[in-house]
């Protein structure tokens, strides 16, 4: 198993269409590490990067201290797993996962204790003379898996291998995508997904692309607790951050923020005198919107549409009218509440859940 070290990493097409630009990683052996972006921010091109499917242009990849910017897939001790399975529909269970081995000439005694030890760990022993076509999405993507396992690779790289599968077979997958980690706990792997609760679930950090770089790195409850920039906070939690504006009003133990649309926010990020009169904007999760009757409120307005999901309810409110930056405001309730559409609420929140943002950057990391 090994580390991994990007330095100033770059992705150019052409000489002049940029990917990716000064991404700099240090993933040490044993992590589960986790890229998420949104569409078209390079995290699978960066994951080619590293398996040396695509070259990189600039920068340099080190795996266990050896640069292996020019090192061929196949010698770089990685294996991947794709999206789609790339099973031989004409090969047993057995035959795809012990193929990689048989052209490596391995013995046939060390062939059958990598398969059947694979076979063990995801729980496929059954299935080893089985076609393809006789097993469901989440045993087919378990054999791709575990071909990956039998080369015994320095790093595994999944790139996407849930996106195929329906709702119920996703999850059922990751849980056992998590127990193989348990299983291999040196194993370094990195995973690339645009699943949230995949991220958040399976990840020892994510990293967060967006804007050709990388927006923030941390364990999933960094991210979500505090994040860097206001990208990063909408983007991380579902449904995303509230943000409203206002401007600084008083500091000290706790920050007040004057609401453009009436309201008042105090937070328990540090700020200084000199930030009285700095126009932000505060930062809501809106599982972290309390009900309240008290004049002293965050946020009010008349409740537009709702979601009752049964364990929770979801509230959308009309973006506030001096807020023009803003997105619908969502407020999240416990339990359900089927009477409240077309009423007018307030919420306030507790200071350590307000977050502050200026010029889309945090104050709490200034």
């Known amino acids: 198993m090994a580390d991994l ?89 057995r035959d795809n996962m012990s193929f990689a081995l048989k052209l490596a000439k391995k013995s046939p005694a060390e062939i059958d204790e990598a398969v059947n030890r694979a076979a063990k760990i995801l729980q496929l022993d059954e299935y080893l003379d089985r076609l393809p076509k006789a097993l469901s999405g989440g045993q087919r993507q378990r054999v791709a898996i575990g071909r990956s396992i039998v080369r015994d690779p320095k790093v595994y790289l999944f790139d996407e291998p849930l ?87 008083e500091t000290g133990a706790l920050t007040t923020v004057k609401l453009d649309d009436g309201g008042t926010a105090q937070s328990m990020v540090p700020t200084e005198a000199s930030d009285i009169g700095l126009k932000v904007n505060i930062g809501v999760r809106p599982e972290d919107m309390v009900l309240t009757d008290d004049d002293a409120y965050v946020f009010k307005d008349t409740v537009s549409i709702v979601e009752a999901l049964g364990e929770v309810t979801q509230m959308y409110f009309e973006p506030p009218s001096s807020s023009k930056d803003t997105d619908t405001v969502i407020a999240k309730l416990p339990g359900i509440h089927t009477d409240i559409r077309g009423k007018e609420l307030k919420f306030t929140a507790k200071p350590e859940k307000v977050q502050i943002f200026h010029n889309g950057q945090s104050l709490y990391y200034r």
């Open 5 to 93: 070290l990007l330095k100033d990493v770059a992705k150019t097409y052409g000489g002049t269409v940029d990917v990716l630009k000064n991404i700099n990683l240090d993933i040490k052996q044993g992590e589960l590490i986790v890229f998420v972006g949104p569409s078209g921010c390079g995290k699978s091109t960066l994951l080619r990067m590293i398996a040396g499917l695509e070259k990189i242009t600039g920068g340099t990849l080190e795996i266990d201290g050896t640069l292996v910017n020019d090192v061929p897939p196949a010698q770089r001790g990685i294996a991947m797993v794709f999206q789609s399975y790339a099973l031989y529909p004409h090969m047993t269970v």
């Open 163 to 249: 996106s195929n599968l329906d709702a119920a077979l996703r999850v059922a997958t990751r849980i056992e995508i998590a127990q193989l980690k348990e299983s291999m706990p040196e194993s370094t792997m990195i995973y690339v997904t645009h699943d949230q609760v995949e991220a958040m679930t399976l990840a020892t950090r994510i990293v967060v692309l967006a804007n050709k770089g990388i927006a923030q790195v941390g364990s999933p409850l960094e991210l979500y607790e505090r994040p860097e920039n206001e990208f990063v906070a909408q983007f991380i939690g579902s449904p995303a951050m509230n943000l409203l504006s206002g401007e600084i009003v």
